[in-house]
Antibody
Framework: QVQLQESGPGLVKPSQTLSLTCTVSGDSINSDTYYWSWIRQPAGKGLEWIGRIYSSGRTKYNPSLKSRVAISLDKAKNQFSLTLSSVTAADTAIYFC????????????WGQGTLVTV | QSALTQPPSVSGSPGQSVTISCIGTSSDIGTYNRVSWYQQPPGTAPKLIIYQVTNRPSGVPDRFSGSKSGNTASLTISGLQAEDEAAYYCTSYTSNSAFDVVFGGGTKLTVL
């Protein structure tokens, strides 16, 4: 069973960079089973896919965020991270990390989520 | 605006059945059997309840069932219980190369 835990600052100033980390337990970041993913949810609204990274380091991002977002792996710590630059109030949301099962196409494990306020 | 269209809200009384629709296109639901559904009670993370249109993960009650016809997927919850009150989201694989997955806007289920 995979467990995911988000961590990072809960408050970010406008124009600065949001940085979050997802710590993975129960599986290795090197696993080729998953795309390691980030999803966010503004208060009272729906889910928005931010992007994902594969164990090879290959990434894909939501086109609406692509110019500001980066996802990376830290294999030594079994973590993956999200950075979002030039944030505005519109980036205020709960940020979730999740595992997306490659080739079967569903999210099977989710972190509890972390609120980031800009 | 979400890529998949869901009704904003549905409701039902305990013991009844409700169905939530998720309308896509031939680039996603219409072509691929890669539809999944998630349940999100208030203040919690989404939880997978249906994957690949009809499959239930271990531990999900068989009151939850999924189906698909053409470009529309559906989630049916039978024998409604108070604990089913939550938001429900559909997703689908898409052939749009810019994305891996597209989401529905979510449906709030109220158990009367």
């Amino acid at each position: 069973q995979v467990q995911l835990q988000e961590s990072g600052p809960g408050l970010v100033k406008p124009s600065q960079t949001l940085s979050l980390t997802c710590t993975v337990s129960g599986d290795s970041i090197n696993s080729d089973t998953y795309y390691w993913s980030w999803i966010r949810q503004p208060a009272g609204k729906g889910l928005e896919w931010i992007g994902r990274i594969y164990s090879s380091g290959r990434t894909k991002y939501n086109p609406s965020l692509k110019s500001r977002v980066a996802i990376s792996l830290d294999k030594a710590k079994n973590q993956f991270s999200l950075t979002l630059s030039s944030v505005t109030a519109a980036d205020t949301a709960i940020y979730f990390c999740a595992t997306y099962v490659a080739h079967d196409d569903y999210f099977d494990y989710w972190g509890q989520g972390t609120l980031v306020t800009v | 605006q979400s890529a998949l269209t869901q009704p904003p809200s549905v409701s039902g009384s305990p013991g009844q059945s409700v169905t939530i629709s998720c309308i896509g296109t031939s680039s996603d639901i219409g072509t691929y059997n890669r539809v999944s559904w998630y349940q999100q009670p208030p203040g919690t993370a989404p939880k997978l309840i249906i994957y690949q249109v009809t499959n239930r993960p271990s531990g999900v009650p068989d009151r939850f069932s999924g189906s698909k016809s053409g470009n529309t997927a559906s989630l049916t919850i039978s024998g409604l219980q108070a604990e089913d009150e939550a938001a429900y989201y559909c997703t689908s694989y898409t052939s749009n190369s810019a994305f891996d997955v597209v989401f529905g806007g979510g449906t709030k289920l109220t158990v009367l």
